[in-house]
Nanobody, 113 residues
Framework: QVQFVESGGGSVQPGGSLRLSCTATGSIFSIYMGWYRQAPGKQRELVAR???????RYADSVKGRFTISRDNAKNMVYLQMNSLKPEDKAVYYC????????WGQGTQVTVSS
């Protein structure tokens, strides 16, 4: 089973930027990938997805601010997060779309003044 390791989180002020990275233990070729997040007291939600042919889709809450990308040769997925808002605070996870595999440890993103 493919596993995922997230990194790149941290603490920033509103308006700041972070770049999250996700490394898969196996090939992600032909796999639709996504970034999910879970804020305290809330359900995990899908915020961005990217297909095998590089089509992307974003949750309304992050549209225009986040950009998902992938490098299949490196088995990696990225999430560029710009113009961060306090409501973006959450633990961010990467995983497959649809047939979800095991969850990694996630990476914490904190946005506060």
């Amino acid at each position: 089973q493919v596993q995922f390791v997230e990194s790149g989180g941290g603490s920033v002020q509103p308006g700041g930027s972070l770049r999250l990275s996700c490394t898969a233990t196996g090939s992600i070729f032909s796999i639709y990938m996504g970034w999910y997040r879970q804020a305290p007291g809330k359900q995990r939600e899908l915020v961005a997805r990217i297909t095998s042919n590089l089509l992307t889709r974003y949750a309304d809450s992050v549209k225009g601010r986040f950009t998902i990308s992938r490098d299949n040769a490196k088995n990696m997925v990225y999430l560029q997060m710009n113009s961060l808002k306090p409501e973006d605070k959450a633990v961010y996870y990467c995983n497959k779309i649809g047939l979800i595999g095991s969850w990694g440890q996630g990476t914490q993103v904190t946005v506060s003044s």
